[in-house]
């Protein structure tokens, strides 16, 4: 109650770090998807490409001000630099192999969810702790046509479960990764910055249906799930190479439908997770009980179209 949250964010040009969102899909209708704030590096990108290599770099400074509110007003910068490389393996060999991705971030700036805030979930989608850190490195490979996508590495699984498409057109984290698995996983859950050993499966039935599948290390930084002193525990990995596998699995489900009402096209998706871990009992931190388990839903829906550009969604 009183809080008045003001943001200013500039992206140069795409952000990679909104969970779900590719950097093609941060690009505005307006901005010619093909043309770089970096040129063409004297046709070394156009050569790369050709070869199949693709390197992405990234850059978003945001600034929130709290006026009134919380235990004090104030005012916070926060950024992150992202470089990706995605190359296809099969243009660049000429064999039948798939996709290897990895990418990097520095993340700066002052963290305020925490402090002065008080808050359960961060506030800014690329809110953490100040480091420079490994963040995904996979191999992703297609089969049967293309219908089913497998995937192995260092994953955010942030892209692909509990996400709502319409809510990442908002800056605050609570409507990217919700609150129920920030809250409820080891390390605030696989999504950025914190990305855990996983392998991943979707199949896609039609245009209508999907089936994802994920198995996962549920605690890759292998702090306690309580740290006083570190509530997010990103400093005990600053540089995200750590490998935990002796607190659990983590294993991910859902099920994609998409269909039009009277011509608006509409998305939804049930699904669930399962930790086989240990976990504290929310009255007494002294005790602690095995697994843990969700089962969740979303909806994305267009209402109404006003124009080519415009439409009014809600999830």
């Known amino acids: 109650m009183g809080t008045f949250p003001f943001a200013y964010a500039q992206p140069v040009p795409i952000s990679v770090l909104n969970a779900g969102v590719t950097p093609q899909q941060n690009i505005p209708d307006h901005i010619d998807p093909h043309a770089h ?34 235990a004090q007003a ?30 990097a971030m520095e993340i700066r700036g002052r963290p305020f969810s925490n402090a002065p805030l008080y808050v359960f979930n961060q506030t800014s989608n690329i809110e953490a702790d100040d480091n420079a850190r490994l963040y995904e490195l ?17 994953l955010d699984l942030g892209h692909d479960f509990m996400v709502s498409s319409v809510g990442l ?9 919700p609150i129920l698995a920030d809250n409820d996983l080891y390390d605030q859950g696989p999504v950025s910055p914190v990305t ?11 245009r209508q249906w999907n089936f994802l599948f994920a198995a996962a290390d549920d605690n890759p930084i292998g702090a306690p799930f309580i740290n006083m002193k570190d509530p997010w525990n ?6 995200g190479t750590r490998f935990n596998f002796n607190t659990g699995a983590l294993f991910f489900g859902e099920v994609h439908y998409r269909r039009q009402i009277f011509g ?19 009255s007494d931190f002294r005790k602690s009980h095995k697994t843990n388990w969700a089962i969740y839903g979303i909806v994305d829906q267009t209402l109404q179209h006003f124009g080519r550009k415009t439409e009014l969604d809600a999830f």
């Open 264 to 282: 608006r096209q509409g998305s939804y998706k049930l699904g669930g997770y399962f930790d086989t871990g240990r976990f504290p009992d929310q």
């Open 74 to 103: 104030s005012n916070n910068y926060i950024g992150s630099t992202a470089v990706e490389m995605v190359t296809d393996l099969h243009a660049l060999t000429g064999l039948p192999l798939g996709t290897f991705d990895i990418s």
């Open 234 to 239: 990103q400093n005990r990995d600053p540089s």
């Open 138 to 154: 996979w191999y992703s490979q297609k089969f049967i046509g293309e219908r089913l996508a497998f995937r192995i590495g260092k």
């Open 37 to 70: 704030l970096s040129g063409n590096w004297g046709g070394v990108r156009d050569w790369l490409l050709a070869q199949g290599i693709d390197i992405r770099i990234s850059d978003t400074n945001e600034l929130w001000s709290n006026p009134v509110g919380s």
């Open 196 to 206: 855990t050993p996983a392998i991943r499966l979707r199949y896609t039935l039609s």
């Open 169 to 177: 057109n908002f800056l605050n984290a609570s409507f990217s990764w």
